[in-house]
């Protein structure tokens, strides 16, 4: 896997309009977070409903139709 960071010039923009410390932290935040993207792009599933979403809307309201007519008798 390709390591993605941030370039030289990027990283020296950084240090010198918000410091060196503070410009270098970022820069690695940066890096950790594009690897964990790119950790969770790797990992991603398909997830598949069971249950198509308008047959689900007609399966609740048919049971509540019925517990209504159960709660009428």
């Known amino acids: 896997?390709?390591?993605?960071?941030?370039?030289?010039?990027?990283?020296?923009?950084?240090?010198?309009?918000?410091?060196?410390?503070?410009?270098?932290?970022?820069?690695?935040?940066?890096?950790?977070m594009a690897?964990?993207?790119?950790?969770?792009?790797?990992?991603k599933v398909s997830v598949t409903p069971i249950v198509p979403p308008e047959q689900e809307s007609r399966t609740s309201q048919t049971a509540n139709n019925q517990t209504e007519s159960r709660s009428l008798s």
Not at 18 to 25: L, P
Not at 35 to 43: D, G, W
């Open 35 to 43: 690897a964990e993207i790119e950790e969770l792009r790797r990992t």
């Open 1 to 32: 896997m390709k390591s993605k960071s941030l370039s030289f010039n990027c990283r020296k923009a950084l240090m010198n309009n918000i410091g060196e410390s503070a410009g270098t932290e970022i820069a690695n935040l940066i890096a950790e």
